[in-house]
């Protein structure tokens, strides 16, 4: 996709650095289920279509289930992305994703993700479908192979946070160090905040074996220490401050990867709300800030 979504996969992963693991039924309108209104049988998004597709929120505000908020920081212009789509595939099911992006034209890397990355998992789901009811229509019709990027920088690139909801099953994939952190309830019926991603940084073990075993190297600058960076084998270059992203291409063969982690948790009455947010949120003076929030429980409390 130009230089902004990679689904490429690098050469020295393996099945404890990044290996797409077998995913557990979604049970969005298909593995033998009954569900809502829409079908599979339903025309597919389309990027071209997406400003019109209803119950899909990228801007400040706030849906039925969520409220999503993005401001500036004094370091320039916002590079980070945001996304609650409701009814996506069937209408009990929502999609929420954070995207930080960085290097020169970062925000334009987070918007394509924004956009591409729920039409590929709609395509995904569809082509499922379709094998399983014997048909082989090609599903995805958008034109996210394309990118209005281009090639204008090869280490330009997105982090991403995703959660696909349906019910009680919460279905998380992340990249970078964007984060989902859950608001429940302890046995106390006290507030307890509960870390649901790990940001995946370069000096993470796995992470550090990986990329060190491509020949990249792991290392912090000086000036400042605690923010490990991943750096050419040849060249003191781009010192990208995370493990996986999407795009970066320039460390694709040095153990950089867009394969993300994935996770499922069935969610219980004690849950109340889950938080996406890019790293701005430590830095709200400085850098921007990007904040998703879904309540588990829609109702007079809730908004």
Known sequence: MGACVSTSRSTCSSKSNGEPVPLPCLGIGFCRQKRTKRTFSDPVATLQHLPSIPNRVFTNGKSRSSCIFTQQGRKGINQDAMIVWEDFMSEDVTFCGVFDGHGPHGHLVARKVRDALPVKLQSFLNSCQSKQNG????????????????????????????????????????????????????????????????????????????????????????????????????????????????????????????????????????????????????????????????WMHVGEESL
């Open 135 to 294: 048909s082989d229509q090609t599903c995805f019709k958008g034109n996210s192979m394309k990118s209005n990027v281009g090639d204008l920088d090869k280490d330009v690139g997105s982090t991403a946070i995703t959660i696909v909801k349906q019910g009680s099953n919460l279905f998380m994939g992340y990249i970078g160090d964007s984060r989902a952190i859950m608001g429940s309830k302890d046995s106390n019926d006290s507030m307890v905040a509960v870390q649901l991603t790990v940001d995946l940084k370069p000096d993470l073990p796995r992470e550090a074996e990986r990329i060190k075993r491509c020949k990249g190297r792991v290392f912090a600058l000086q000036d400042e220490p605690e923010v490990p960076r991943v750096w050419l084998p040849f060249d003191d270059a781009p010192g990208l401050a995370m493990a996986r992203a999407f795009g970066d291409f320039c460390l694709k063969e040095y153990g950089v990867i867009s394969i993300p982690e994935f996770s499922h948790r069935t969610l219980t009455e004690r849950d109340q709300f889950i938080v996406l947010a890019s790293d701005g949120v430590l830095y709200i003076t400085d850098c921007s800030m990007t904040l998703v929030t879904m």
